[in-house]
């Protein structure tokens, strides 16, 4: 089975906004055992939809189409598939009730505008869109299947997941590709593929390969196999071997995230262990990390953004002599910081943060990216420096997942690495 | 002038690597006034490539394709350029004896492999690569010239800027598309696209469309025309003519974002305003997105979270028996944590939010999504309780830039307009 993706948009076109959803789709797709016969972006134009469409659709088994189905005069996907039909559009009422409902559910009156993403071309299908008012559409163009998704990344990969992908995966049959992924925080790429060696090797199988993204370096890992249970059996085998090369630096596997991980970690016992935060540098992206599951209100109680000197004294109890003497960016004021957040939310645990995130505010002594970490428990505290690279989004995006990686450890009863 | 672009690279297709170039290509090229037909990314085949580049040949005037000129196995444009002319490749010696000074200099030897990045197609030209070893070609195919550039971002930018682009903008005849963006948010796009009516014409020029990001619905503007001057002013025009339409919704332009915007308003006097957070479901990403920028510190001080009805107590003074009564998520409970997260932080003004993010916790009165929030000023507090759309992090997203748009109003000395 082939597919080409399809994405349409003048903001694409133009190269105002770079497409992801096309290598998206692709890896989906590959990862069934479907083969990609290539992408193709175009700009809101019906003349080029309907001749992309014609022409990919002559081509190959499925074709998959995102964006163009909003509810403005520069939509035009559906209007070009009826017209590459040959039907009219037809006005699908089970969506029109859904997004008419949607609207009045939360006190509004829908738009006269977004009827006419309730017009599915007659003959086709209404795809159901879980996550947005843009139903999707799958037609039949002689012996290729059309989809037509959500340009919003969101949407698509909801209803891609949902309707599209299983349809593909069933008619893919024999080759597949297995593969998942385990998740570092706290080395550099460079340095886990050292720890990594042969296993690296291009011509392995599975394969290893390493991806950089918001800080954490994720080792993917592929099979390719044309038996499930062989090929399930190897790639088993290689996350194994991958685990002893790396250890404890390894927090998770697929769609584990370090969030979710530590917030398993808190719930692992009978009684939850909960946690309070106090930070200055990354106002507030701890606590908002810890609270971007469902269910964090078991874990996370309470949270300080203590910006200033006098909200630090003020709030969690810091002594004035101590940022005197060592300033807001040191251990003495983090573990001050940790250990009052913790008095005062009378919970397990408190995670402490204050640095320099940049771009100004770096002395010779504590340059930017220099961030102090302080971790309050029943039996004491402890605190560690460390310096974080990169802009200013960045140290404070690093410093975030490195207070939840110094509970990560604790919580695991094994000592730092760092 | 118009001009398709084709990317060429099996972790392109596959989706391993995501395309930039293409969009990169094709700001630069709008920039100079060239239409874009698309783009198209396909695998490393030789029957694929020598399809695509046929196809898009006798369809536009300038062809440009990234990648497939490396020294391996799988870089195959140059023999299917060479097809597709129906000539054979030959060597071009002078840029065998640069490849292999370049070697020599290093003092290393070129090795064999390399020689075939000096193969042309007979009776194309040669394009200097002043950024690596893969000599560019530019070759005429019926009334399309076609340029190929490198896969590599670095390299491709270097050759396309230095000896594509000049040959595009010269033949462009002097049309140029000017381009800016408006954002707004609160309002849907369908919403959006009935205020702004005829301005989104697809006739129209300049032309106007809309694009949905994380919440913000924004409005691109795009001038096409062949005197600088000329284009500048109606671009302008119609982005008053936008301004008119959408009025106050629109909070920035351009490279603005919701933030900066806001944290303009709080310098725009002499004494900075400053402004403290008191959040709850939202659980500190207010607090992180008033810290986003660099200086947040001349306006931001101290944020609470305070995730449960003990915290909301201790820490901002709401009283027992408004929870009670009215629960913690109402209007006056969120005007109690603002008034006193605005009393202990001593701030101009208080922001507080309390909802419902979901997926559990819905109620029938109170779906999920609810979201009341509070701003609390020295004249009082102003309350408002609304519906938000989406997911638990799309609701938690949305409702940290209503508290912003409404701080935004307020500053502006508007009336909220919801």
Chains 1, 2 share one sequence.
């Not at 659709?57 to 598939?81: C, F, H, K, M, N």
């Not at 450890?409 to 730092?416: A, E, N, S």
Request: aromatic fraction near 6%; glycine fraction near 12%.
């Amino acid at each position: 089975m082939q597919a080409f993706i399809l994405s349409v948009g003048d903001e694409l076109a133009l190269g105002q906004t770079i497409d992801t959803n096309s290598a998206w789709i692709s890896q989906q797709l590959a990862a069934v055992g479907c083969d990609i016969l290539g992408h193709q972006t175009i700009g809101d134009s019906q003349a080029m939809i309907e001749t992309s469409i014609k022409h990919w659709a002559a081509q190959t088994d499925v074709l998959i189409i995102s964006g163009g189905i909003g509810p403005t005069e520069d939509d035009l996907t559906r209007q070009s598939l009826a017209a590459v039909l040959g039907t009219g559009l037809e006005r699908n009422e089970a969506w029109l009730a859904h997004m008419t409902a949607h609207f009045t559910s939360r006190g509004r009156t829908m738009p006269e505008r977004n009827v006419v993403q309730a017009m599915i071309p007659r003959g086709a299908t209404m795809i159901w869109n879980t996550a947005g008012t843009a139903a999707g559409i799958r037609a039949t163009l002689g012996k290729c299947e059309v989809f037509s998704t959500p340009g919003v990344p969101r949407e698509m990969k909801t209803m891609f997941t949902r309707d599209v992908l299983p349809w593909v995966a069933e008619r893919s049959g024999g080759a597949v590709i297995l593969q998942t992924k385990l998740h570092t925080f706290g080395l550099g790429e460079s340095a886990i593929g050292e720890k990594l060696g042969a296993l690296m090797d291009r011509s392995r199988n599975p394969s290893v390969g390493t991806t950089v993204a918001n800080g954490l370096v994720s080792l993917r890992v592929n099979a390719r196999c044309s038996n499930l249970a062989e090929g399930q059996k190897q790639l088993d085998e290689t996350v194994v071997a991958c685990r002893a090369a790396i250890g404890d630096m390894i927090f998770g596997q697929g769609e584990d995230t370090l969030e979710s991980v530590v917030l398993g970690l808190l719930g692992a016992k009978e009684k939850p262990i909960t946690v309070a935060t106090a930070e200055s540098c990354t106002g507030g992206w701890l606590a908002k990390m810890l609270t971007d599951l469902p269910g964090s209100s078991r874990y996370f109680q309470q949270g300080w953004v203590t910006y200033t000197n006098e909200s630090k004294m003020a709030q969690l109890g810091v002594k004035e002599e101590t940022l005197a003497t060592h300033g807001a960016v040191s251990q003495p004021t983090v573990a001050e910081m940790a250990v009052g957040a913790r008095q005062r939310a009378g919970t397990d645990y408190a995670l402490s943060i204050s640095g320099i995130a940049g771009p100004d505010g770096g002395t010779p002594d504590k340059p930017v990216g220099t961030v102090c970490f302080g971790l309050a428990h029943a039996g004491g505290v402890v605190t560690r420096t460390f310096g974080m690279f990169g802009d200013r989004d960045m140290v404070r995006d690093r410093s975030a997942k490195m207070a939840l990686t110094m509970l990560r450890f604790h919580l695991l009863g094994k000592p730092l690495p760092f």
